[in-house]
């Protein structure tokens, strides 16, 4: 049998990995989609694409 202790790291260890997993994936995805959503937005304004109108409405967005 080993110490309470150590069963408790046992157990603990992999809900910790997976939790760091998961938060980093997060921040990723979201960095991911932002750093889209600005090249997009990007690439419509140089092209031009873009009034008034519609860049008032992703800045409220963002």
Known sequence: MTAPCCAGVVVA????????FVVVFVAVVVFA??????????ALAAAGALD???MAGISMMV
């Open 13 to 20: 260890a992999p809900v910790v990995a997976v939790v760091l």
């Open 33 to 42: 989609v932002v750093v889209f959503a600005v090249v997009v937005v990007a």
């Open 52 to 54: 008034a109108e519609v």
